[in-house]
Every structure is written in C-alpha cells, then in structure tokens.
C-alpha cells in the first residue's frame, strides 16, 4: 500500500483538515481529556484560522494523508535545530489499524533524509496509551517530561519522545 501525502497549502485543504481534526479530536480525547479542554484545543490549534497562521507565519508544514479519495489523517511538521518537530499526527477513526500512520511515519523518515535531519520528536499525553505504544512500535522512546500552560486554565501534561534516524550512507537497520 502507497500512501499520498499532500502538502497543505491551500484555504480548502486547511478547512477540509479543520473539519477533520475536529472530528478526531471529539471522537478520540474525550477518553482522555475533558471535552471543554478538547473545544479550547481545536479552536486555538486546529482551527482553520490556527493551521492557516501556524503555516503562513510559524513555519509549520501540513501533509494531508490521502485515501478513498478524501483526507483520512493529517500531520504537522516543522523543522528545529536539526531535527523534525512532529506538532500533529492524526488519523480518523475508521482508517486507524489500516497502515496509513506506519506510510506516514516512513514519509517523515524520508522527509528527514532528504534534509539531513536527526531525530524526529513529539510530544504526547501521558495518558495517551495507545498512542504512546504506537510510537514506541515505531523506535520512539521516551526522552522527558514536560508540563505546558497552554492558556484558559488548561495544561499539556506530556512525553516528549524522539527517535533517531540513520543516515543514508550509514548501514543501519530499522
């Protein structure tokens, strides 16, 4: 299975991912947080208006990971420091277990090779055990803590996980 990611760069592409992540964010973090954290969270991150300022203005970049036709996830990137910042790595409900998530990760892979990056990094819930198992299948491991004061009361309580990526002229396995 080849999985398209398509840069983000257009007003419909950042409504069609707005309209995704709220979906996603509803369904999948009420397990996790409370739903007046979620509504903060989608308006302030998720937002049209938020993605269209993190790509104009923070240089973040949106892919939007293609199937039957329509967006089914998305991801955020930016570079720092020599490493890729994983902001955003999402895949709606009935495309989870598909390998959509494992042809993006190997799309970050590539995208770090071909910009000599090191290491990919996240953050991600404490509390997000599925995610972080996901992660950690893909060679991520755990590096710190980290508590964020993200406004309106509210807190990130997160993992900040990282996973090197080989060179490539170097002759390892992953």
């Known amino acids: 299975m080849s999985v398209p990611l398509q840069r983000v760069n257009s007003e ?24 007046e954290q979620i509504e903060y969270m989608i308006g302030k991150f998720q937002s049209a208006a938020a993605i269209t300022d993190q790509i104009e ?9 293609q199937g039957d036709g329509a967006a089914v996830g998305y991801l955020s990137v930016k570079p720092e420091e020599g490493k890729l910042f994983l902001s955003k790595f999402y895949v709606a409900k009935a495309y989870r277990g598909r390998g959509y998530a494992s042809q993006a990760m190997a ?6 090779q071909a910009r000599s990056l090191s290491h990919i990094w996240l953050t991600v819930n404490r509390h997000n055990e599925a995610s972080i198992a ?26 900040v996980m990282e996973k090197e990526i080989a060179s490539l002229g170097s002759n390892a396995e992953g």
């Open 134 to 159: 996901v992660y950690e299948k893909k060679g991520f491991r755990v590096v710190r803590e980290q508590v964020a004061d993200i406004g309106g009361g509210f807190v990130m309580d997160d993992y």
């Open 57 to 65: 203005r923070q240089g973040y970049e949106y892919y939007a990971i």
């Open 107 to 112: 799309f970050l892979e590539q995208l770090c």
């Open 12 to 35: 419909e592409n950042i409504a069609e991912l707005a309209r995704l992540a709220s979906d996603i964010w509803r369904e999948y973090y009420i397990a996790i947080i409370t739903m």
